[in-house]
């Protein structure tokens, strides 16, 4: 059967449209790569779709076939050299109309930026509010390595948005 046309593949994008686009906006540099980074990972998740296997939650899942695509992505860019990925773009979300929380926001993206690509998706699993098992399962990492590394994640955030708000 075309996946396509899969009401359980409409289904399973339609409920984690949001995540997989955050991760395509934290690996594009340009307003327009993640509309296209969004495609590419669909495309993934359609080719793959009929071998997943229910070992792991369908949302583990795409996030690791998210974030595999779009690191695959930004070092095919990295070695031909086109883009700089330390201008990634970010939209404030329409209902923050508090400019100290966009001025966090954007604080918060800044650093996030500044992190190396395990961290940086190990910081989007947790805002995503994945368990530490679940990061586990798609970072590849051990839960007690996850652990200590958000840890210490934690607080080089804190300690990067208190430098930049001053």
């Known amino acids: 059967m075309n996946n ?6 409409k289904e399973v994008i339609e409920q984690n449209k949001n995540s997989i686009y955050r991760i395509c906006e934290i690996y594009s540099s340009s307003p327009i790569e ?3 980074l969004f495609q590419e990972v669909i495309l993934h998740i359609w080719k793959a779709f009929p ?3 229910q070992k792991a939650n369908i949302s583990s899942w795409i996030y690791r076939i998210a974030l595999n695509v779009c690191m695959r992505y930004k070092s095919k860019l990295e070695k031909s050299n086109h883009i700089r990925f330390d201008s990634i773009k970010y939209q404030i979300p329409a209902t923050s ?4 929380l966009q001025e966090k926001y ?4 800044d650093c996030i930026r500044s992190l190396n690509e395990i961290d940086k ?4 699993l947790i805002l995503d509010e994945f368990k530490y ?3 586990a399962l798609i970072t590849g990492l051990s839960e007690n390595h996850i652990a200590v590394k958000i840890k210490r994640l934690k607080k080089t955030l804190l300690n990067c948005i208190n430098q930049k708000l001053g």
């Open 34 to 36: 993640p509309e296209d």
């Open 133 to 135: 098992k679940e990061i």
């Open 4 to 9: 396509l046309a899969n009401p359980e593949f």
């Open 106 to 109: 954007y604080a918060l993206q």
């Open 121 to 124: 998706s190990i910081v989007i």
């Open 97 to 100: 109309p508090d400019p100290t």
């Open 51 to 53: 071998s997943f296997e």
